[in-house]
């Protein structure tokens, strides 16, 4: 059983189009954070989100943390060929925990 | 954050034998990590590799199968043993540099034929 579900699996958009990416538990997190991984390269952080409605902005990407803070969105404005990868949302599932959890992964490609 | 090295990059293994990883950190941490990322899949712990101690592994992960050292705060390595191609992953170092920021290497590529 996945702690962490991701949705959707697959997303292929054409380039300038908009696209949301959500993560979900039942589990109430300490913290998340959104990677993005090329192929051949590890995992690149994005953004961690800490407190519950907490909404994050990376130039086209926006981030938000639920209230409860069981899950989280990734919200990309006009996406481009450039943003093509895997996102991973993770987190620390129990308080003291370093080691994070990862959700399945959403591969996006966009289509210039 | 912190730069991450790992070497080798990939390796192409006969199964039954061994790869030794080497993960490399540019500054002390506390806390070094390593992952599988199986083909297509997302990241999965092994364990976590503690300084001065043996390392903690998580379900289904055992210490015979990959055994794990840490001699000191910017080093650790990680050995897959007897491998067989289901070994076929993406093996990745990783490290918290506080409780919010967690880097990783670039990984190694193994294939077991």
Same mark, same amino acid.
């Given at each position: ?25 039942? %589990?109430?997190?300490? %913290? ?40 989280? %969105? ?29 959700? %399945? ?8 | 954050? /912190?730069?991450?090295?790992?070497? @080798? ?37 092994? /364990? ?47 490290? /918290?540099?506080? /409780? ?5 290497? @670039? ?7």
């Amino acid at each position: 059983t996945q702690l962490l579900e991701q949705s959707p699996q697959f997303l292929s958009i054409q380039e300038g189009e908009n696209l949301t990416v959500y993560c979900n538990s039942s %589990s109430v997190f300490s %913290s998340l954070q959104w990677y993005r991984q090329e192929p051949g390269e590890g995992p690149v952080l994005l953004v961690t989100v800490v407190t519950g409605g907490e909404v994050k902005k990376l130039k086209r990407l926006t981030f938000q943390f639920g209230d409860a803070r069981k899950d989280s %969105s990734l919200h990309i404005t006009a996406a481009q060929p450039g943003d093509t990868g895997l996102y991973l949302c993770a987190a620390r599932m129990r308080t003291g925990r370093r080691a994070l959890t990862f959700g %399945s992964g959403t591969r996006l490609q966009v289509q210039p | 954050s /912190a730069v991450i090295s790992q070497k @080798p990059s990939r390796d192409i293994c006969q199964r039954g034998t061994s790869l030794t990883i080497q993960c490399q950190v540019d500054s002390q941490v506390t806390m070094m990590f390593w992952y599988r990322q199986q083909p297509g899949q997302s990241l999965t712990l092994i /364990a976590t590799a503690n300084q001065g101690s043996e390392a903690t592994y998580e379900s289904g992960f055992v210490i015979d199968k990959f055994p794990i050292s840490r001699p000191n705060l910017t080093f650790s390595t990680l050995t897959v043993s007897n491998m067989s191609p289901e070994d076929s992953s993406i093996y990745l170092c990783s490290v /918290a540099v506080s /409780a919010y920021e967690q880097y990783f290497g @670039p990984g190694t590529r193994l294939t077991v034929t």
